[in-house]
Structure formats: structure tokens, C-alpha cells
């Protein structure tokens, strides 16, 4: 059996721990997103994430490459839920591009 390097190891488990995004409770957030390459972008994005229950508004961010998102009170936006957004957007501008969630950060 081949052993990995320890070094490898802890860059898999650094990895994997900056996958994990938390989920959205109700209040604001500056989510951003690698991907996005023109306005239609982000605007394929806030519809998509409007049109979710979960979410109060979705604005346009351009300052941070991202979206701002006020999820409803007594609601839990999750990431699933986040990420399958994305996918759908990614697939109405149909650039050949995907979106990622890389960043949320809770505003108020």
C-alpha cells in the first residue's frame, strides 16, 4: 500500500475545508462569485436567485464580483440550493462558463 506525503495530505483537507460555505440564515449577505464574465451574467444570477422562496432580493454587486441576498425571515437558504441557482444561471447564458460560490459573508 503507497502512503501519501503528509504535506498532500493537509493541502486535501485544506481544500476541501475551504469548499464548505455556510448557509444562509434570514438577514443579508455579499456572496461572491468566481465566473462571471459580462452584466448578463449577474443578471441570469439574480433571477435565478429571486425567483427562490428563500430569497427576499438579490442585487448586482459589481464591487465585490457578486450578489447582495436578503433571505426572508423564519427561511434557510442553503448552499445546495445556492449552487443549483448558479447552475441554472450558468446554463441560460450559455457562455461556456461555470459560476462558484467562493465567498458569503453576513452583512446584518
Known amino acids: 500500500?503507497?502512503?501519501?506525503?503528509?504535506?498532500?495530505?493537509?493541502?486535501?483537507?485544506?481544500?476541501?475545508?475551504?469548499?464548505?460555505?455556510?448557509?444562509?440564515?434570514?438577514?443579508?449577505?455579499?456572496?461572491?462569485?468566481?465566473?462571471?464574465l459580462c452584466r448578463t451574467c449577474t443578471r441570469a444570477i439574480v433571477e435565478e436567485l429571486t425567483a427562490l422562496k428563500e430569497v427576499q432580493t438579490a442585487v448586482q454587486?459589481?464591487?465585490?464580483?457578486?450578489?447582495?441576498?436578503?433571505?426572508?425571515?423564519?427561511l434557510t437558504l442553503t448552499v445546495y440550493k445556492l449552487r443549483n441557482a448558479l447552475d441554472r444561471a450558468a446554463r441560460r447564458v450559455n457562455l461556456g462558463t461555470r459560476f462558484k460560490a467562493v465567498g458569503i459573508k453576513y452583512l446584518v
Open 1 to 36: 500500500m503507497k502512503m501519501l506525503p503528509l504535506a498532500v495530505f493537509l493541502w486535501a483537507a485544506g481544500a476541501a475545508a475551504a469548499e464548505r460555505l455556510p448557509d444562509m440564515t434570514p438577514g443579508r449577505y455579499e456572496v461572491r462569485i468566481e465566473g462571471l
Open 61 to 74: 454587486n459589481f464591487d465585490h464580483e457578486g450578489v447582495l441576498i436578503t433571505v426572508r425571515p423564519g
